[in-house]
């Protein structure tokens, strides 16, 4: 297990389905395991699908929380 524990962020709000989850996966792709990453997501389509594929994919959603703005603040741990 690696120990790149230093967090990483990637904006998405504006970004449609499917291309929010498939920026995702790429993104975490890059990173070795363990890392985490803070993605943000419009509300809707992009915050009900992309945590659970990643779930799908095999890494942790540690949190899924709606800001002030609107939009949602999604924590993934790449597993």
Known sequence: ??????????????VSCPMNFVKTKLFIDK???GAVVEVLLDEGEPVDSVPPSMSA????????DK?????????????
């Open 1 to 14: 297990m690696s120990t790149d524990s230093a967090k990483h962020y990637l904006d998405l709000r504006g």
């Open 31 to 33: 990173l070795g395991s």
């Open 57 to 64: 994919e095999g890494h942790l959603v540690v949190s899924v």
């Open 67 to 79: 800001q002030i703005e609107g939009h949602f603040r999604v924590i993934i741990r790449k597993v």
